[in-house]
T-cell receptor, first 114, second 111 residues
């Protein structure tokens, strides 16, 4: 089945220790997104890629970086995690088209910062 | 300013008790309205896309409708497995594919 895969599902890191989260997709979608979701809140968009074009949200901290080496993979790097970065990180994909551009989400990575 | 408001924040129903969730939106040119279901600790699961006022879509016990100002997610004879948070999001034509999310409605179905 075509899907969005995130690894790891759970990540524990120490304050200030860099961490990388990964996302892969078999949907062959042009657009990939990274969201941060905290408890009982809506997902918050951090950035997205249309193919290799990177789009950063204005309020995404510089501490967060992303890479998309090819169509299938996308990475989220958190350079110096703080306690406030503990959250669920969601990867999503969508087609680039006038319609049918709903976003499909992976299962998420739960990040804990000690 | 583009905005999405969902109500109620939480809804408790008995199994079999039908009800509706509301998603009110303000957007400069609606490209699409999306409904998602999210279970605890998981990513949102896509349910429906609605594009224009008057459109309706159904899936099992769920039916989504759209007007020019709001969308409803009707749940008919719900079962405990329908318990989840239901999220609504809208996309504007000038949004560069970004979604504006509501805060969600947490639905609890008691057996």
């Amino acid at each position: 089945d075509a899907m969005v895969i995130q690894n790891p599902r759970y990540q524990v890191t120490q304050f200030g220790k860099p961490v990388t989260l990964s996302c892969s997709q078999t949907l062959n979608h042009n657009v990939m997104y990274w969201y941060q979701q905290k408890s009982s809140q809506a997902p918050k968009l951090l950035f997205h890629y249309y193919d290799k074009d990177f789009n950063n949200e204005a309020d995404t901290p510089d501490n967060f970086q992303s890479r998309r080496p090819n169509t299938s993979f996308c990475f989220l790097d958190i350079r110096s995690p703080g306690l406030g970065d503990a959250a669920m990180y969601l990867c999503a994909t969508s087609r680039y088209s006038g319609r049918d551009n709903e976003q499909f989400f992976g299962p998420g990575t739960r990040l804990t910062v000690l | 300013e583009d905005q999405v408001t969902q109500s109620p924040e939480a809804l408790r129903l008995q199994e079999g008790e039908s009800s509706s969730l509301n998603c009110s939106y303000t957007v400069s040119g609606l490209r699409g309205l999306f409904w998602y279901r999210q279970d605890p600790g998981k990513g949102p699961e896509f349910l429906f896309t609605l594009y224009s006022a008057g459109e309706e879509k159904e899936k099992e016990r769920l039916k989504a409708t759209l007007t020019k100002k709001e969308s409803f997610l009707h749940i008919t004879a719900p079962k405990p497995e329908d318990s989840a948070t239901y999220l609504c999001a809208v996309q504007a034509w000038d949004s560069n594919y970004q979604l504006i999310w509501g805060a969600g409605t947490k639905l609890i179905i008691k057996p």
